[in-house]
């Protein structure tokens, strides 16, 4: 980031190529946030967001290519990355853990262990070392610092078929809970929230719907919410979570739910 620029909010998201993710970004590009993206892949699109015309600074974006399955490089990346920036242009830091690997819903014992330490990994060890990561890099900044951890209503509530899904977003609400804990005793700590985003048309939908109903005996009820318009676009699921991310009382409650959240 230039020396010379103003300072403006920073924003982190993982899982940026598609989906909620890319929506996300886009919109915080909209914004004129600076936006750091990690995932497999670089979405060419997000080139093309532009700042509103009020925007104060140019639009800053960054994409890593990233396996997040193999996460303590990329942690390690991460924390160099915050270290290196001019902290005089930083209005503020976040970091939202939007990224998961999703499994084709079937029973535990029907899963490949290869599979199954794939996802857990992906999912809920990254999340944990980016976090790590993130506050040891920022822990001297005295702007707003915020960590946004995409869970999940299946992390709350069980669901056959989606066991290796639910221990990560259950183990991703506890360790929230419990940093939430751990930065609340230290001067300037940064804000924790678990939230769960809604039901959302993306390819986890389009997963639990063409499961083999033998596999995934909800299957049916996946298939009525999406005939009968019940799903959020990535778009709108993306406004709403970053509007709770921008909340003055972001932080008060750590494990949330866009559904039931009110302002």
């Given at each position: 980031?230039?020396?010379?620029?103003k300072?403006?909010?920073?924003?982190?998201?993982?899982?940026?190529?598609?989906?909620?993710?890319?929506?996300?970004?886009?919109?915080?590009?909209?914004?004129?946030h600076?936006?750091?993206?990690?995932?497999?892949?670089?979405d060419?699109?997000?080139?093309?967001?532009?700042?509103?015309?009020?925007?104060?600074?140019?639009?800053?974006?960054?994409?890593?290519?990233?396996?997040?399955?193999?996460?303590?490089?990329?942690?390690?990346?991460?924390?160099?990355?915050?270290?290196?920036?001019?902290?005089?242009?930083?209005?503020s830091?976040?970091?939202?853990?939007?990224?998961?690997?999703?499994?084709?819903?079937?029973?535990?014992?029907?899963?490949?262990?290869?599979?199954?330490?794939?996802?857990?990994?992906?999912?809920?060890?990254?999340?944990?070392?980016?976090?790590?990561?993130?506050?040891?890099?920022?822990?001297d900044?005295?702007?707003?610092?915020?960590?946004?951890?995409?869970?999940?209503?299946?992390?709350?509530?069980?669901?056959?078929?989606?066991?290796?899904?639910c221990?990560?977003?259950?183990?991703?609400?506890?360790?929230?809970?419990?940093?939430?804990?751990?930065?609340?005793?230290?001067?300037?700590?940064a804000?924790?929230?678990?939230?769960?985003?809604?039901?959302?048309?993306?390819?986890?939908?389009?997963?639990?719907?063409?499961?083999d109903?033998?596999?995934?005996?909800?299957?049916?009820?996946?298939?009525?919410?999406?005939?009968?318009?019940?799903?959020?676009?990535?778009?709108?699921?993306?406004?709403?979570?970053?509007?709770?991310?921008?909340?003055?009382?972001?932080?008060?409650?750590?494990?949330?739910?866009?559904?039931?959240?009110?302002?």
């Amino acid at each position: 980031m230039p020396n010379d620029f103003k300072a403006i909010p920073i924003t982190i998201i993982t899982g940026a190529s598609r989906g909620l993710g890319r929506a996300m970004a886009r919109q915080r590009l909209q914004e004129g946030h600076c936006v750091l993206t990690l995932q497999r892949s670089p979405d060419h699109t997000l080139g093309t967001a532009h700042a509103n015309d009020e925007a104060p600074n140019p639009v800053l974006l960054e994409q890593w290519s990233v396996d997040l399955s193999a996460p303590q490089a990329v942690a390690n990346r991460l924390q160099d990355w915050i270290t290196r920036l001019p902290r005089e242009t930083i209005a503020s830091l976040s970091l939202i853990n939007n990224a998961a690997h999703l499994l084709a819903p079937s029973p535990l014992w029907h899963t490949p262990v290869e599979q199954i330490s794939l996802a857990t990994r992906a999912s809920l060890e990254a999340p944990l070392l980016l976090c790590a990561a993130f506050l040891r890099a920022s822990q001297d900044l005295r702007v707003p610092r915020k960590i946004l951890n995409i869970s999940s209503g299946l992390g709350r509530h069980a669901m056959a078929g989606s066991t290796v899904y639910c221990a990560a977003k259950a183990g991703m609400d506890h360790f929230s809970r419990a940093l939430a804990l751990e930065e609340a005793t230290r001067p300037h700590g940064a804000k924790i929230v678990a939230l769960a985003p809604g039901v959302i048309d993306t390819d986890m939908q389009v997963k639990l719907r063409g499961a083999d109903p033998r596999q995934f005996p909800d299957r049916e009820r996946f298939v009525g919410l999406k005939s009968k318009g019940m799903l959020d676009s990535p778009e709108a699921a993306g406004a709403k979570v970053l509007a709770y991310l921008d909340r003055a009382d972001f932080g008060s409650t750590v494990l949330a739910d866009v559904r039931t959240s009110s302002a």
